[in-house]
């Protein structure tokens, strides 16, 4: 036990990564569609799976995610034996891909499942898997291999949830686009630990309409977007659990462009970005930036500069370890194809402010691709390569309360999940973090000191 609580409270050094992206396609030159994988490095994009309908599934409009046990999951809306979609894994050290569950098989399942554009597993802190049906919350068991449904939308007034959850202290927090006192959708919490469901808050199109996305959890707030609140033309909104106060915080039309997509990502300095359908200099969707911090919304790099196709974003941004954003879109700008379905897998730099398409999607490696990508990681849950210093540890480990930091007093210390949310942030002067708000579970803790990172397993008792 020693030497595990030893090993927990030294900082641990990530191995450079292979710094390969994984995603997933909708269709293919085969119709059933593809799971594939992109190397920073070489570049190249390979096709890892192709999909068999009766044996796979098919038709995957979500994402994968990776959890802490290293492997792969995902989900198809159709297909399988009972051609009610899958829950599937797969291992890319041997690239096995496995069903783990048929939907439908079971008495009292949800009938059919909607995922469209970002549906997707979430890995909670009690290692369990969560998702969502278009009518349903439901729980997937890695250990155990086994399924259930959790509890019903409907008994909440909800209906048509087509996006993904988002932990928070314990809590599941996701959104569906019908139901709700306008019939506009409702934000609902799902709490792990005693498998209540309850509905927080009503869209009421001021405040947000019919979202198909997800949550973004940053400094016990969440933030979101929907397509068709504030003014018409979508809006960026924040949620605050503590006081149950959902505020709209950005109208988009015309200057701040039209339709946004997919869901906000949380980048290392804090800010939030997303991407429109249309809007910018080229009327094919821009870049955005939000600061939580101020309030202040920036556009940033359009989609057709310099004669590039990308467009219609709709799952959302990953910031690799390279310092790059990468996205999916759907289609591609073609003059005598207005929904030409290939797709294209694009890079932004921040730095730069440039947009460049990277790949095509032209049948074979897969076409309509609505998710978006992932990084895989290494063992210590991280996609960057961290330098670890021996002089800073953390302690108690397991910790209830309150954390302290031996070696260093003044860091920037950011907490994450094994999923890879950044649940807290903080910025510390006396050498001890109040971590009681997190749920049990095992963290991942990010020291920033003196020009060195090490990044820490801690336990929440």
Not at 153 to 182: D, F, P
Not at 193 to 198: C, D, K, R, Y
Request: hydrophobic fraction near 35%; proline fraction near 3%.
């Amino acid at each position: 036990m020693k030497k595990t609580l030893l090993f927990l409270a030294l900082g641990l050094s990530a191995a450079m990564q292979a710094q390969v992206l994984y995603g997933l396609t909708e269709t293919s030159d085969t119709g059933s569609g593809t799971l594939f994988s992109y190397d920073l490095k070489a570049p190249k994009i390979s096709t890892e799976k192709k999909f068999r309908p009766a044996e796979d599934g098919t038709y995957a409009y979500g994402s994968l995610v990776q959890t802490s046990n290293g492997k792969l999951y995902g989900l198809t809306r159709n297909g399988g034996t009972q051609n009610k979609g899958t829950l599937f894994q797969y291992e890319p050290a041997t690239k096995t891909y496995t069903v783990r569950y048929h939907f439908g098989s079971t008495a009292g399942d949800v009938a059919f499942l909607d995922f469209r554009g970002n549906g997707s597993l979430i890995e909670a802190s009690n290692k369990k898997l969560y998702g969502l049906s278009s009518n349903a919350v439901f729980e997937y068991n890695p250990a155990e291999n086994s399924y259930a449904v959790k509890a019903m939308l409907s008994s909440i007034g909800g209906s048509e949830a087509y996006g993904e959850l988002t932990e928070l202290n314990g809590k599941l927090y996701g959104m569906t686009k019908s139901g709700g006192a306008q019939q506009l959708g409702i934000i609902f919490e799902y709490d792990l630990a005693t498998g209540t469901i309850i509905k927080k808050e009503d869209f009421n199109r001021t405040n947000g309409a019919r979202p198909t996305g997800k949550l973004t959890a940053y400094s016990g707030k969440l933030y979101g977007i929907t397509p068709d609140g504030g003014t018409g033309f979508g809006n960026l909104f924040e949620y605050d659990p503590a006081t149950n106060t959902l505020t709209n915080k950005v109208n988009f039309g015309s200057a701040n462009g039209f339709g946004p997509g997919g869901f906000l990502t949380l980048a290392k300095n804090n800010k939030l970005y997303g991407t429109t359908v249309r809007g910018g200099a080229f009327n094919l969707g821009f870049v955005f930036e939000f600061d939580p911090a101020t309030g202040v919304f920036t556009q940033k790099a359009p989609f057709g500069n310099d004669g590039d196709d990308a467009w219609s974003c709709e799952g959302g941004l990953l910031e690799a370890s390279n310092g790059m954003f990468y996205g999916l879109t759907r289609y591609i700008n073609n003059p005598d194809n207005e929904d030409d379905p290939r797709g294209s897998l694009f890079q932004w730099d921040p730095a730069a402010n440039k947009i460049k398409r990277l790949e095509y999607f032209d049948g074979p490696n897969g076409l309509q691709v609505r998710g978006r990508l992932i990084e895989l990681k290494d063992a210590s849950g991280l996609a960057t390569a961290e330098t670890a210093e021996s002089k800073v540890s953390v302690y108690p480990n397991p910790v209830s309360d309150v954390l302290f930091l031996k070696g260093i007093s003044k860091a920037s210390v950011k907490i994450y999940n094994m999923a890879g949310q950044l649940l807290q942030s903080e910025t510390i002067s006396n050498g001890q973090l109040n971590v009681s708000r997190l749920s049990k579970g095992l963290y991942l803790v990010k020291v920033e000191a003196g020009g060195k990172t090490t990044t820490h397993k801690v336990v929440k008792e």
